[in-house]
């Protein structure tokens, strides 16, 4: 027998026809979505004066393929709508980087781990009975790696998804998103990154 599906979709929406497409904890609002995927994360940073730890203006950029964690918990609110917390990683092993007017750091290898962490409050919007859903987030973030020092900085996640059930309280998927962000850098100016992935995700409900 086929186990029919909930609402939409959505985390905790209720029962409604279907079979196969993912559905929500009938007993219960709550959510756990886990994701995981390959990206390519690049950072720009244009530093426009000379100051204490530089002696000229210069710009560049680092980049590389990435992978991208993710993790949100959150709860229904409507037949159509989540809200949720969601954090978000991309993470690369030495980036190839390029850089103009700073003598000494042309293009070369950086060394090291290099990533982009966001976190902050989010919503996904599934449309009616395709379980296909549109999620965004407006993010806290912060850029690191050894020639980087970036302080904190503000961003925003974007995405398009698909959901099918896999057991009663468990739905796997995938995600096609963008994880982008803006901060200062104590080294490098104003650093702006962004990290398109395509991702895997396993939703508990």
């Known amino acids: 027998n086929t186990v029919p599906a909930a609402g939409y979709g959505v985390p905790g929406a209720g029962s409604a026809a279907g079979s196969l497409s993912v559905g929500p904890n009938e007993y219960g609002g709550a959510f756990v979505r886990l994701s995981v995927g390959l990206g390519h994360l690049r950072s720009d940073f244009e530093h426009d004066q000379a100051g204490e ?16 964690l993710g993790a949100a918990v959150g709860g229904q609110v409507s037949d159509h709508l989540v809200v949720f917390v969601e954090l978000l990683g991309s993470f690369l092993r030495d980036p190839t980087a390029a850089t103009t007017g700073h003598p000494g750091l042309d293009s070369q290898t950086w060394g090291g781990t290099y ?11 599934y449309f009616e009975q395709s379980y296909i ?4 987030a407006l993010t806290i973030t912060r850029l690191f790696g050894k020639e980087i020092d970036g302080k904190y900085g503000f961003g925003a996640n974007l995405g398009i998804g698909k959901e099918w059930r896999a057991t009663t309280n468990w739905g796997i998927g995938v995600l096609v998103g963008l994880q982008a962000a803006s901060a200062d850098d104590k080294y490098r100016g104003t650093t702006t990154s962004f990290a398109p992935s395509f991702r895997l995700t396993a939703l508990w409900y």
């Open 133 to 136: 859903y549109a999620t965004g």
């Open 53 to 68: 730890y530089s002696d000229t203006s210069f710009a560049g950029s680092f980049s590389g393929t990435a992978t991208t």
């Open 115 to 125: 990533g982009l962490v966001s976190i902050g409050p989010a919503v996904s919007y």
